[in-house]
């Protein structure tokens, strides 16, 4: 009887806190003020592994990107110069370029730029050609220095004349170039040896200027957690760029276009240091606190920070079967995960621009994983079940080109941001708990107040997109069907049949004035489009 009681107090206390009003969130959106417009910033893509791209599942792969908006900016690939040399009977290299052309021109036509990121020396050149490490799923490559550094130059120098010369300067001044990947460590550099990459970084400076000034190049590109433990490095490279004595030409510094850096929301599929749980916060940490180093520096102030590679979390490979928390990577957490890290950086560039932007999702894609659904850092699972994170990125791809006012009562876990054009309005609402990897945490009801310029007798149609545990979740449908292994052709229809955006109820006819009163629950780590269209 003791045990009867104290259950029904439980009951009676959480049903007071499900209905107290202190949990009432209550959004405002004034579309009647712009605050400017909008750009898809985190609409970029990392092709990883580079090799499959050629490949159909890569050319379908790279469709895919397209059409659900996922890749609008930029997509990164490696230029893999391993492929591309060869070396005659009398010692003289050549190259060819035409396995770069390919990958190239599959990517042009879907409107994105590239990101050119070299990385691997060809043994042939190589000062340790037996140094190396395997790509997930793909080649082993060399991470060795040059013996030669002249050599390096002509293989950096023969590639910008090509690429100029193919698809002419106007085309390539709008591509990024970066010298290497993760040079501060080992398995990507020898040794990470900073000291060496910087004489690498300066010829590949002074080969890329010979050819065109016009051509963007950049770095350094470090990995996230030890950037984070370790800042040092970053303000290392920079002093260099700035102060340094240049190795290849002999004056100070040496020529920049942007910065390239590396932030995850935790590490080992987990948190961050000190962090039980991957969290927005950590990310934005680091990547302020790389601007302000990078603007002790007052002639880098205006160089552009690109985010070359983020996720939920790093060490995109690793999956559940070792880390259970990789989970958070299949479920709708990463969809939160993004949208919330999309809210904040707008505030930050409404706030105090920092001059962040094109962010470059690290998705871990091969075309031949073992299983569905396996914690890895991935947009789409073995079967081509669309994963809830790829569904953030379709969301996200109906927002209006211009951001307007919003105010949100205050809410540790709910964010919201609108858009706006002529006859659209589109307003975003999540409900991220970091701390709640099964999505099990609170539910919030939220009040929607939207002001408008449009006329009184102005009709409008209301429609609500949702992902989360019961709609737009390819994982939840999976799970459902007893995580199947192998799953059969039924079951792979079933799974794809729930993988896409969906609505959270059909859509509303509505007058203007019925928009100061849009009531509904968000669910713990659910995202809420809210899409008012005028008739």
């Not at 100029?164 to 990470?192: M, S």
């Not at 900073?194 to 770095?219: M, S, T």
């Not at 994983?369 to 991935?378: A, L, N, T, V």
């Not at 919003?406 to 999540?430: S, W």
Request: net charge negative; aromatic share 12%; proline share 6%.
């Amino acid at each position: 009887m003791k045990k009867l009681k104290l259950s029904l107090i439980a009951i009676v206390l959480l049903q007071i806190s499900f209905y107290s009003p202190d949990r009432d969130v209550s959004i405002r959106a004034d579309a009647t003020i712009s605050l400017g417009e909008l750009e898809p910033f985190w609409a970029s893509q990392i092709i990883h592994a580079t090799e499959f791209l050629p490949t159909q599942w890569g050319r379908n792969y790279v469709q895919t990107l397209q059409e659900t908006g996922a890749a609008q900016q930029f997509i990164r690939i490696y230029n893999q110069p391993e492929n591309a040399i060869w070396v005659d009977e009398d010692g003289k290299i050549f190259y060819d370029w035409s396995h770069f052309d390919e990958m190239a021109d599959i990517i042009l036509p879907t409107g994105n730029k590239l990101k050119v990121v070299f990385f691997a020396m060809p043994p042939e050149i190589a000062a340790y050609p037996g140094s190396g490490r395997r790509r997930p799923y793909g080649a082993v490559v060399c991470t060795s220095p040059p013996r030669n550094y002249g050599q390096w130059e002509d293989l950096v120098r023969d590639f910008m004349k090509h690429v100029t010369e193919r698809y002419g300067i106007d085309e390539v001044k709008q591509w990024h170039f970066r010298c290497w990947n993760e040079p501060d460590l080992g398995g990507f550099w020898y040794q990470a040896d900073l000291n060496e990459y910087l004489k690498l970084y300066d010829h590949f400076a002074k080969a890329a200027r010979e050819v065109n000034p016009e051509i963007r190049i950049g770095g350094p590109g470090l990995s996230s957690t030890k950037t984070y433990r370790e800042p040092e490095n970053f303000r290392f490279f920079l002093d260099h760029v700035v102060n340094g004595k240049n190795h290849a030409t002999g004056e100070t510094g040496s020529p920049i276009d942007f910065l390239s850096i590396q932030t995850y929301g935790g590490a080992g599929a987990r948190g961050g240091p000190g962090r039980e749980f991957p969290e927005v916060d950590y990310i934005m940490d680091n990547q302020l606190r790389l601007a302000d180093i990078r603007d002790e520096y007052p002639t880098l102030q205006d160089l552009p920070i690109y985010v070359d590679e983020w996720g939920v979390s790093a060490s995109g490979t690793r999956g559940v079967d070792s880390e259970p928390m990789a989970d958070v990577r299949n479920s709708q957490y990463a969809a939160a995960f993004l949208t919330t890290l999309v809210e904040r950086h707008i505030k930050v560039r409404q706030e105090n621009d920092r001059n962040i932007g094109t962010f470059v999702y690290c998705a871990m894609n091969d075309a031949l994983p073992e299983h569905d659904f396996m914690g890895h850092r991935k947009l789409i699972s073995k079967h081509g079940f669309h994963k809830p994170v790829l569904n953030a990125y379709k969301l996200l791809y109906k927002l209006a080109p211009e951001i307007v006012q919003v105010h949100t009562k205050t809410n540790p876990h709910v964010t919201a941001f609108a858009t706006r054009d002529g006859d659209r309005i589109t307003i975003v609402v999540t409900n991220f708990q970091n701390d709640q990897v099964y999505n099990d945490g609170l539910s919030y009801p939220v009040t929607l107040n939207i002001k408008t310029s449009w006329k009184p007798e102005s009709q409008v149609t209301l429609k609500h997109w949702r992902i989360d545990e019961e709609h737009s979740n390819s994982y939840t449908a999976f799970k459902e069907l007893g995580s199947p292994g192998l799953p059969n052709p039924l079951e792979v229809d079933a799974i794809k049949n729930r993988m896409d955006l969906e609505l959270l109820e059909s859509p509303k006819q509505l007058k203007r004035e019925d928009l100061n009163n849009i009531k509904f629950d968000l669910p713990c780590n659910a995202v809420s489009l809210i899409e008012i269209i005028r008739d």
